[in-house]
């Protein structure tokens, strides 16, 4: 499938023995992901390489108390939906809403290169890490990784079309 999609959820560990899987949202609430249609899978197998989505059908999504759960099709024990954990579920970036001027979903930040005010390169956005009180830019050059915090007070310009983010952060700083 060509399609680009954007993960939305995490699938954790299996929860009852009848194949139930804890599920994490990445963003928003569980209604919000809801609201976007169809979910697709991909397996955690196959996330360091290929990009294979499929489609999920009849999946069951409920929440009981403050957690989140999903019951795939057809599997009724938690041998076989042990399989699914690490899964990633998707949506086509097509279906998300149009966002604001000076908003990025954090998909369009991935594979964005990271350079200081001396164009000195941090590498890559390999993943986004969520503290609680801010973002940190996962950046990797290949051999190093740095952690960039993704603050409003240290980006400096964000071309997310150039794919280059400019920071005011230096190498010596803390990470």
Avoid: H
């Avoid at 399989?83 to 949506?91: C, E, M, T």
């Amino acid at each position: 499938m060509s399609e680009e999609f954007v993960e939305i959820a995490r699938i954790g560990a299996t929860y009852k023995l009848d194949g139930e899987l804890n599920l994490y949202p990445l963003a928003n609430s569980i209604e919000t992901l809801l609201s976007y249609g169809s979910w697709y899978i991909q397996m955690p197998s196959l996330k360091q390489g290929a990009k294979d989505w499929q489609i999920l059908r009849d999946e069951n999504v409920y929440r009981r108390a403050s957690k989140t759960y999903i019951k795939i099709a057809g599997i009724e024990d938690a041998t076989i939906a042990k399989k699914y954990v690490n899964a990633l579920i998707g949506v086509p970036k097509r279906v998300l809403p149009k966002l604001d001027d000076g908003t990025t979903y954090f998909a369009d930040i991935i594979g964005c290169e990271v350079l200081n005010q001396d164009n000195k390169s941090f590498g890559k956005v390999i993943d986004i890490i969520e503290t609680g009180s801010n973002e940190v830019l996962v950046c990797s050059n290949g051999k190093d990784e740095y952690l960039v915090p993704y603050v409003q007070q240290y980006i400096i310009d964000e071309n997310i079309e150039l794919k280059k983010i400019i920071v005011d952060w230096e190498f010596d700083y803390l990470s």
